[in-house]
Nanobody, 123 residues
Framework: QVQLVESGGGLVQAGGSLRLSCAAS????????KGWYRQAPGKQRELVAA???????NYADSVKGRFTISGDNAKNTVYLQMNSLKPEDTAVYYC?????????????????WGQGTQVTVSS
């Protein structure tokens, strides 16, 4: 199994910054991609930003220029630097990782989620 543990959420005023971290642990062979998703009350979960093992990144239009995703492949960690936060960024943020892990006899794929961390931006 692969476990993801997030940290760094909290309450911030509009215009402020937060940095989320997510560390993956377990029988990991490799991680192909890591990402951050968010879900606001009454809305579907949406992709915020993603990064591949070759450091290719993708962002939701709503966060481009304000959020930056980065990763440390050696530590199986992914970060989300969030600047110029807006009230509409308020949501539970979830970390996701996809890759390959060891099973008893074979390497198999995994797609794991963190428990979520609350980000609240006040106006």
């Amino acid at each position: 199994q692969v476990q993801l543990v997030e940290s760094g959420g909290g309450l911030v005023q509009a215009g402020g910054s937060l940095r989320l971290s997510c560390a993956a642990s377990g029988s990991i062979v490799s991680i192909d991609a890591k990402g951050w998703y968010r879900q606001a009350p009454g809305k579907q979960r949406e992709l915020v930003a993603a990064i591949t093992s070759s450091d290719s990144t993708n962002y939701a239009d709503s966060v481009k220029g304000r959020f930056t995703i980065s990763g440390d492949n050696a530590k199986n960690t992914v970060y989300l630097q969030m600047n110029s936060l807006k009230p509409e960024d308020t949501a539970v943020y979830y970390c996701n990782a996809r890759g390959t892990r060891w099973s008893t006899y074979f390497a198999i794929s995994f797609d794991s989620w963190g428990q979520g961390t609350q980000v609240t931006v006040s106006s």
